[in-house]
């Protein structure tokens, strides 16, 4: 099982603020998927196949990563943001998700 | 547009079963297999499985193998998951997902999920 590890587990940004998010597996992945989830929501497709943005998302998102590395950036925090973001493989069975990081406004 | 509506809340006691149904509308329902999705409380997502919605045959992640049966009505576009022998740690919100291929298998449909609480 490919295990994805989510770094800060919590972070607090102000407005404005650059912010990277990362998700480490223990082994290699070839694509990575994010997802936000809001308090009391159901989890949104946010950033697919490592840097491809859902429709409707903001540009200040963006993805990077290859191999074991991968990480969700905001070039300037806004207090829509504030939200869990998870990570997700299926490189390889079973589907595994990242523990999340929840992101919050400062 | 893309909808999967999920039942209401359950509150049940351990030991009984429970029937969650997903809804799909504004998609064809056979052509995109429905995965299924645990959320307990304060807690991250944990995969349960998908159904391929065509066939109707069902995989299950390994901690969700024996009590949990995932099945289709195909003429009503609707899955269902069905939790049987209830225990206090199957509380929780679940989520049914359409799985969609870019490059790689991404669930971009979500329902709002349904909670079920298990007390005595």
């Known amino acids: 099982e490919i295990v994805l590890t989510q770094s800060p587990t919590t972070m607090a940004a102000s407005p404005g603020e650059k912010v990277t998010l990362t998700c480490r597996a223990s082994?290699?992945?070839?694509?990575m998927h994010w997802y936000q989830q809001k308090s009391g929501a159901s989890p949104k497709l946010w950033i697919y196949?490592?840097?491809h943005r859902t429709s409707g998302v903001p540009n200040r998102f963006s993805g990077s990563g290859s191999g074991t590395s991968y990480s969700l950036t905001i070039s300037s925090m806004e207090t829509e943001d504030a939200a869990t973001y998870y990570c997700?493989?299926?490189?390889?069975?079973?589907?595994?998700f990242g523990s999340g990081t929840k992101l919050e406004i400062k | 547009q893309i909808q999967l509506v999920q039942s209401g809340p359950e509150l049940k006691k351990p030991g009984e079963s429970v029937k969650i149904s997903c809804k799909a509308s504004?998609?064809?329902?056979?052509?995109?297999?429905m995965h299924w999705v645990k959320q307990a409380p304060g807690k991250g997502l944990k995969w349960m499985g998908w159904?391929?919605?065509?066939?109707?045959?069902?995989t299950y992640a390994a901690d969700f193998k024996g009590r949990f049966v995932f099945s289709l009505e195909a003429s009503a576009s609707t899955a269902n998951l069905q939790i049987s022998n209830l225990k206090n740690e199957d509380t929780a919100t679940y989520f049914c997902?359409?799985?969609?291929?870019?490059?790689?298998?991404?669930?971009?449909?979500w329902g709002q999920g349904a909670s079920v609480t298990v007390s005595s």
């Open positions: 082994s290699s992945v070839s694509y």
């Open positions: 196949d490592t840097s």
């Open positions: 504004g998609y064809t329902f056979t052509d995109y297999a």
């Open positions: 997902a359409r799985i969609y291929y870019y490059s790689s298998f991404v669930m971009d449909a």
């Open positions: 159904i391929n919605t065509y066939t109707g045959k069902p």
């Open positions: 997700q493989q299926w490189n390889s069975n079973p589907l595994t």
